[in-house]
């Protein structure tokens, strides 16, 4: 009797004889090391990220001193998406990390497959799984995202805003009717206003609804003559970092 064996798995037998046959997801994380390294997913449909490590975040030096670090995620934009972890470094928080060894955050940074939007639930499971695998700060989890991943900071943020301690949007878009959930919340907002992709009136509105409804620690910088390209000053500004480790989060809320 003749059985037809699919190509694939034909490809796979031949590949075990090399050693070599993984799917992106079996594929084993690399060892968690000080500085930046691609990490798999974490569930069958997940996200694969980029991971930072400040010196002493890894889990046995960790366990040695009982410190803890702050915990930065960051959403990338629509031009990263794909299969090729290395893009989510071209710009952002895991573009200064890769700079500069010092950079004080245990940093996550996930990645986005082709034509699709951010996934709350799947940011999640992420966040869930770095705080009970490495010495996180629960008090101290902020959030940042440009463009598309800026209008996933103002919806994940509203959604949830007793997960973060603060949140930076970059050329980013919010829901004015979710702006109330946000008034307790540490917000700094940046925008070109010559944006022609997302238009400044995002996180101008999202700014007024916030005041609206009695919130006044919300921020926003406008970048005078700026196209879409807020993320290269925002995220280059000492300040914006200093700024969100001055904020923390009363745990006992959570």
Same mark, same amino acid.
């Given at each position: ?105 245990? *940093?996550?940074?996930?990645? *986005? ?25 629960? !008090? ?14 103002? $919806? ?28 307790? *919340? ?20 999202? !700014? ?10 919300? $921020?926003?910088?406008? @970048? ?10 925002? @995220?280059?500004?000492?300040?914006? @970092? ?13």
């Amino acid at each position: 009797m003749n059985i037809a064996i699919p190509k694939i798995l034909l490809a796979c037998v031949s590949a075990v004889l090399l050693s070599a046959c993984v799917t992106p997801q079996s594929r084993a994380a690399e060892p968690l090391a000080v500085g930046q390294h691609p990490q798999p997913a974490i569930e069958a449909d997940g996200y694969p990220y980029q991971l930072f490590l400040p010196a002493g975040a890894t889990p046995a030096a960790a366990k040695d001193t009982g410190q803890t670090f702050p915990l930065l995620i960051f959403l990338h934009g629509s031009g990263e998406r794909g299969d090729d972890i290395a893009r989510v470094k071209v710009h952002g928080p895991p573009k200064v990390a890769d700079a500069d060894p010092n950079f004080p955050f245990i *940093l996550v940074s996930p990645l *986005l497959p082709a034509e699709q939007d951010w996934d709350i639930a799947k940011l999640d499971h992420i966040v869930d799984h770095i705080v009970a695998s490495l010495p996180v700060d629960r !008090s101290r989890i902020y959030l940042t995202g440009l463009s598309r991943g800026g209008h996933a900071t103002w $919806r994940w943020a509203a959604a949830e805003p007793n997960r973060f301690a603060a949140i930076a949007p970059v050329a980013g878009r919010g829901d004015t009717t979710t702006a109330c959930a946000l008034r307790n *919340l540490p917000v700094w907002a940046f925008h070109g206003d010559r944006d022609d992709v997302v238009s400044p009136e995002g996180s101008f509105a999202m !700014s007024r609804a916030i005041r609206a409804c009695g919130g006044r620690i919300s $921020r926003l910088t406008i @970048y005078p003559d700026l196209g879409h390209n807020a993320w290269d000053p925002a @995220y280059a500004e000492p300040a914006l @970092y200093l700024w969100l480790l001055s904020h923390r989060l009363n745990v006992s809320v959570k």
